[in-house]
């Protein structure tokens, strides 16, 4: 079955870098995603990768997948009081009738000056 | 601000109650879901539609039911309500594709049952 697992929190220096992680357990998952919820907002997609990709950079967001271990992190280069929100982990198992996203529990990142 | 509007922003009602959610996607996106989003389950996939078609269906109860409109809009049926059914419910569309690679979200409904 689908089970994507988070840490709840991580807490990090305004400037330093913030690794996320994120473990997924469906092998049949052809895409994985980072959204970003704010307080009282809707989830704001940051960015996503396919399965048969390593790494993606997106300006100072950086993804990096290991599929063996069916392992996603997230890292925010020079991280910023704005970044404060609950990330959330996704993927989707590509069934041939959608692509529902299966969400990990978030993780809540605190920045402090 | 992702395209997607949801109406209303806030909902109360008593147990028993039934309501609609109201979901209008992105310009030009065929695909709809809904998520609901609470405090003991997280965030948790209900239902998917395609083009005015049922797609995918995840955990929703036989309480809840969706339609899509030939306008592409989507509305959330909930009856019966429970307390247990507090929660944030959101909308979310994808471009014009069956297999589609991002949902877009919108703000949410926050229904609280008294």
């Known amino acids: 079955g689908e089970d994507v697992e988070q840490s709840l929190f991580l807490s990090v220096r305004e400037g330093d870098s913030s690794v996320i992680n994120c473990t997924y357990t469906d092998s049949s998952s052809t895409y994985l995603y980072w959204y970003k919820q704010e307080p009282g907002a809707g989830l704001q997609l940051l960015t996503y990768?396919?399965?048969?990709?390593d790494m993606k950079q997106d300006q100072r967001l950086t993804v990096l997948l290991n599929k063996k271990d069916k392992h996603l992190s997230l890292r925010i280069a020079d991280t910023q009081t704005g970044d404060s929100a609950i990330y959330f982990c996704a993927e989707s198992p590509y069934t041939g009738g959608g692509n529902k996203l299966t969400f990990g529990t978030g993780t809540q990142l605190k920045v402090e000056l | 601000d992702s395209g997607v509007t949801q109406t209303p922003k806030h909902l109360i009602t008593a147990t028993g109650q039934r309501v609609t959610l109201r979901c209008s996607p992105r310009s030009g996106d065929l695909s709809v879901y809904w998520y609901q989003q609470s405090l003991d389950q997280g965030l948790q996939f209900l239902i998917q539609y395609y083009n005015g078609e049922e797609r995918a269906k995840g955990n929703i109860l036989e309480r809840f039911s969706a339609q899509q409109f030939p306008d592409l809009h989507s509305e959330l049926n909930l009856s019966s309500l429970e307390l247990g059914d507090s929660a944030l419910y959101f909308c979310a569309s994808s471009p014009d594709r069956e297999v589609a690679y991002e949902q877009y979200f919108g703000p949410g409904t926050r229904l609280t049952v008294t």
């Open positions: 990768i396919f399965s048969n990709m």
